[in-house]
């Protein structure tokens, strides 16, 4: 059974970085797509983007082109951890912010992907 | 991006009621369709994936079916501790979008 923790800043001023890291308890690191997703204050979910580790290989990342020149999502194998970088943080992007566990299943061809475990959520709250 | 459109965007149903929860996508996305479920507070909870399949360890009182643009999720008999929030997520294309939750209250 995979378990998720989440920890980071929570308070940050405008134009700084944020950044969160996310350690993988169970289960294998390797093959998965690892997650970050955010939900601004009573609205709902957005997602970030993802990594794709492979044993062996360095991850592929895709990002949400409304964040892709802001983000970098990275892990680091020897501690099953991935993190999350935003830059120059604004007040739109005070939200609660998950890591996630992406899974593919050949239910459907090809594979369809679903979040099947989250971490417990860091609220960043980006206030002058 | 791939907009998803759920209606309602709150409902209100007694213990035992049957309620259905429509997703609507912009485009076809074949059965590329998740659903979560959000309580307050939470992060959300995996429910079913590829439109119909329920994840394990979820009551069987979940459903979901669709195809094309248009999805539903159902709960059958409602119990109390189903009162949260729905969301509907496709995993078509990138990037990944989600519904703007459905929100349920137990009467």
């Known amino acids: 059974q995979v378990h998720l923790q989440q920890w980071g800043a929570g308070l940050l001023k405008p134009s700084e970085t944020l950044s969160l890291r996310c350690a993988v308890y169970g289960g294998s690191f390797s093959g998965h797509y690892w997650t970050w997703i955010r939900q601004p204050p009573g609205k709902g979910l957005e997602w970030i983007g993802e990594i794709n580790h492979i044993e062996n290989h360095s991850g592929s990342t895709t990002y949400n082109p409304s964040l892709k020149s802001r983000v970098t999502i990275s892990v680091d194998t020897s501690k099953n951890e991935f993190s999350l970088t935003l830059s120059s943080v604004t007040a739109a992007d005070t939200a609660v912010y998950y890591c996630?566990?992406?899974?593919?299943?050949?239910?459907?061809?090809?594979?369809?992907?679903?979040?099947?475990?989250w971490g417990q959520g860091t609220l960043v709250t980006v206030s002058s | 991006d791939i907009q998803m459109t759920q209606s309602p965007s709150s409902l209100s149903a007694s213990v035992g009621d049957s309620v259905t929860i429509t997703c609507r996508a912009s485009?076809?996305?074949?059965?590329?369709l998740n659903w979560y479920q959000q309580k307050p507070g939470k992060a959300p909870k995996f429910l079913i994936y590829a439109t119909s399949n329920v994840q394990s360890g979820v009551p069987s009182r979940f459903s979901g079916s669709g195809s094309g643009r248009d999805f539903t999720l159902t709960i059958n008999s409602l119990q109390p501790e189903d009162s949260a929030t729905y969301y509907c997520?496709?995993?078509?294309?990138?990037?990944?979008?989600f519904g703007g939750g459905t929100k349920v209250e137990i009467k």
């Open positions: 996630a566990r992406g899974l593919l299943s050949s239910v459907v061809l090809p594979s369809i992907k679903y979040l099947d475990s």
């Open positions: 485009q076809t996305i074949n059965n590329y």
């Open positions: 997520q496709q995993s078509y294309g990138s990037p990944l979008t």
